[in-house]
């Protein structure tokens, strides 16, 4: 089998996520896993798929003709590794806002080896404070002898009142 990434992106409409399903479930394929959120009017969507080696090319093909003429576009992608689940840690970032905050997050995180496996993040406000605050749930995928504690110090390095919490450890 050929475990392969559709990349989506879309204007939003009824019908999307059938689509593109119908394409690799009609050459012999299965949904692993999606990821598909809408963002301002868009639609955006992670599908990892499974299909039968013999039908890699056909399903290259069948995403080609479904974009033409249309404003969809479905890159497809050969897979990468899996995380272990055993390193992956679930956890929930908060503190104030700040231009660039998300990047100088991620950037300490990467100085450690830690790569984020899934990230959502908002800015909110808090009843009588001072501006913004930044909140993000993330998944990251943590190497082996880095300890959640190298974690939250790293983090404090981006803003004194950022705090982490981790929700769980797998």
């Known amino acids: 089998m050929a475990t392969l990434v559709l990349v989506i992106d879309a204007s939003d409409r009824p019908g999307i996520v059938t689509t593109v399903s119908s394409a690799f479930t009609d050459l012999g394929g299965t949904r692993v896993g999606a990821e598909v959120a809408r963002f301002g009017g868009r639609v955006a969507g992670?599908?990892?798929?499974?299909?039968p080696d013999a039908?890699?090319?056909a399903l290259r093909e069948?995403?080609?003709a479904l974009c033409?003429?249309?404003?969809?576009r479905v890159e497809v992608h050969r897979a990468g590794r899996a995380p272990d689940l055993a390193d992956l840690v679930h956890v929930e970032i908060n503190g104030p806002d700040q231009p660039g905050i998300l990047g100088d997050v991620v950037k300490h995180f990467e100085d450690l080896g830690v790569s984020v496996d899934s990230l959502r993040n908002v800015a909110y406000d808090l009843p009588d404070s001072s501006g913004p605050f930044f909140g993000a749930d993330m998944v990251l995928e943590v190497p082996e002898g880095v300890t959640i504690d190298a974690i939250r110090e790293s983090i404090t390095q981006v803003g004194e009142h950022i705090t982490l919490d981790v929700i769980s450890e797998e």
């Open 62 to 64: 069948a995403m080609a």
């Open 68 to 72: 033409d003429g249309t404003d969809l």
């Open 46 to 51: 992670l599908v990892l798929v499974e299909v």
């Open 55 to 57: 039908a890699e090319a």
